[in-house]
């Protein structure tokens, strides 16, 4: 019994050490778990940062092509208009050339149109080569405006017009292919009355508005040039 007394607190401090023992393998264990969930909470914050470091390289990146691509595109934007404006410069000042030198040439400007009237006379077909040798036509008179315009310039002679009914006859053309609306014929004109009059001149009636009259295409007259500058 004594035994069994004295063995009572060896067994109870066995017990104790196994009790111990277990709360200490129990804590080891606790603490490699916690150990290994800091290690992996751990690595996972480096790929985290990693992660983040490498979307942040990957997005300036990004930015900067676009960004690049942008400026590409407005550079080659701007060239095109650049060289556009630089064409539209020559253009404007090949014009204004051509109209410095006309100027000195005895052309007068009128509205969108300059006006050259000759010196000696031709017949209609010539004095129209002689038009297009200056780079114009005959005139056309659209208007009333137009037409008080050529009677100052004629100075009292009666000159061709770029008007014909040569192709058909009584069918009323101007040389640029446009029918007649705008009318000036003088009192009883046209009227044929030489028999075959196809060709128009301006200030043969006194009238100073209602002038124009129908002749033989041969006869000779001072002419009238116009051309466009727009
Ligand atoms: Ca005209
Ligand atoms: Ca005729
Ligand atoms: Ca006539």
């Given at each position: 019994m004594e035994m069994d007394i004295q063995n009572e607190p060896l067994q109870y401090q066995n017990t104790e050490k196994v009790d111990k023992t277990s709360q200490s393998c129990g804590e080891s264990q606790h603490r490699g778990v916690f150990r290994l969930a800091v290690l992996c909470l751990g690595v996972m914050c480096i790929l985290q940062a990693a992660l983040n470091i490498a979307l942040r390289l990957y997005l300036a990146d990004l930015e900067q092509t676009i960004c690049n691509n942008q400026t590409k595109e407005s550079y080659t934007s701007l060239t095109t208009e650049r060289d556009q404006l630089q064409k539209e410069r020559d253009k404007l000042q090949r014009k204004l050339s051509e109209l410095e030198k006309t100027k000195q040439q005895d052309w007068t400007f009128f509205n969108t149109s300059m006006y050259f009237i000759s010196i000696g006379g031709k017949i209609w077909s010539k004095s129209r080569q002689d038009c297009r040798e200056r780079g114009a036509d005959l005139v056309t008179i659209n208007s009333r405006e137009e037409q008080d315009f050529i009677e100052k310039l004629r100075q009292g002679q009666t000159a061709w017009i770029g008007?014909?009914?040569?192709?058909?006859?009584?069918?009323w053309k101007w040389v640029d292919g446009s029918a007649l609306t705008t009318k000036f014929w003088?009192?009883?004109?046209?009227?044929s009355a030489a028999g075959d009059e196809d060709c128009v001149v301006t200030?043969?009636?006194?009238?100073p508005v209602n002038n124009w009259a129908d002749f033989p295409c041969n006869d000779w007259f001072v002419w009238i040039c116009e051309k466009r500058y727009f």
């Open positions: 008007l014909t009914d040569s192709e058909k006859e009584g069918t003088g009192h009883d004109e046209p009227n200030g043969y009636k006194p009238n």
